[in-house]
């Protein structure tokens, strides 16, 4: 780092040194710091696309979401194939509240990594929270395309977990029950799965007819 801000105060037109600086500063946890490296070198450097891929990283850990998404897009502009890129803009557009920009970016994403998990798991969540039509048979299209991702256990369980609770709200008991039964199969040992199919059960067999 001490070499890079000699070159920084040595060469004050050096992006290279900038954006240097503003890495180390990321992985270092200053983010702060990261954010100002990053803006000067974007100063010195307007059309590249490591310093605004980079620019983005700083502003999403400062919570500047607004800024963030300006810097991905011109990013993804340079860069089309940037995966990264388009997870964290995605992200950027949940946090303001612009889910369907954010389904656009993953399912963007997902045309170059089908079997991306974080990707499938952040789209089915986004269906699962929309009140629109279809949201949430699309919720469980993106669940079980994250389950196919052979995803570790904990998260196999929770996916399980967020599928029934989704099922028994907007879709039918029998298909809560189904999962569920599928899920303690895969899953025995876990207590949680049972005690949510136990319930599942009573609720059925609450329902006339």
């Not at 994403?109 to 990707?119: A, K, N, Q, T, V």
């Not at 298909?175 to 899953?187: G, Q």
Request: charge should be negative.
């Amino acid at each position: 780092r001490q070499l890079y801000e000699q070159v920084s105060k040595s060469n004050s037109s050096c992006a290279e040194s900038q954006l240097k600086l503003a890495e180390i500063s990321l992985e270092s946890g200053d983010h702060s710091e990261a954010y100002c490296s990053a803006s000067r070198a974007l100063k010195l450097a307007p059309m590249d696309a490591a310093v605004l891929f980079c620019l983005g990283q700083a502003c999403l850990k400062t919570a500047r979401h607004e800024e963030a998404a300006q810097s991905l897009e011109r990013c993804l502009s340079l860069q089309p194939t940037n995966v990264l890129a388009m997870q964290m803009l995605a992200t950027a557009q949940r946090s303001m509240g612009r889910d369907q920009d954010a389904i656009s970016w993953l399912k963007r994403l997902l045309e170059i990594h089908p079997g991306d998990f974080d990707c499938n798991l952040s789209l089915a969540q986004l269906h699962a929270g929309s009140q629109a039509a279809g949201a949430a048979s699309q919720a469980i299209h993106y669940f079980c395309r994250a389950l196919q991702c052979h995803p570790s256990l904990t998260n196999t369980r929770d996916i399980y977990l967020q599928m029934a609770t989704l099922q028994c709200s907007k879709c039918t008991l029998r298909d809560a029950r189904e999962t569920l039964e599928m899920a303690v199969r895969e899953i025995p040992a876990d207590i949680d799965l049972w005690q949510k199919l136990l319930e599942v059960y009573e609720k059925q067999q609450d329902v006339p007819g």
